[in-house]
């Protein structure tokens, strides 16, 4: 799909879920439907990680009000960090985080 780093594609993410949401409606009874409903999960999953990464960086800095921000657009989320694994850091990632 192109989303290389989930913490930085925040555009990419935001329109994969329209485009997702999009081809569900106008091909209801795709083949291709549980693929496009799994990668759509995997993006909510994605926006929502992001979102709290964005919130726990605003934390860090004290701007305390534009963490809170972030972490209100989870909120009605269809999925919750408890359905959530994060990904592991590669080794590079380990290295400068």
């Known amino acids: 799909m192109g989303v290389k780093d989930v913490y930085k594609d925040q555009k990419l993410i935001i329109d994969s879920i329209e485009n997702a949401k999009t081809y569900r409606v106008r091909y209801p009874n795709s083949g291709?439907?549980?693929?496009?409903?799994?990668?759509?999960?995997?993006?909510?999953?994605?926006?929502?990680?992001?979102?709290?990464?964005?919130?726990?960086?605003?934390?860090?800095?004290?701007?305390?009000?534009a963490a809170q921000i972030y972490r209100d657009k989870n909120i009605g989320s269809v999925v919750e960090m408890t359905d959530i694994t994060a990904p592991k850091k590669g080794i590079v990632g380990e290295i400068f985080d």
């Open 32 to 65: 291709y439907s549980p693929l496009v409903n799994t990668m759509l999960i995997r993006l909510y999953m994605s926006k929502y990680l992001l979102n709290e990464n964005i919130a726990a960086l605003y934390d860090r800095t004290g701007k305390s009000t």
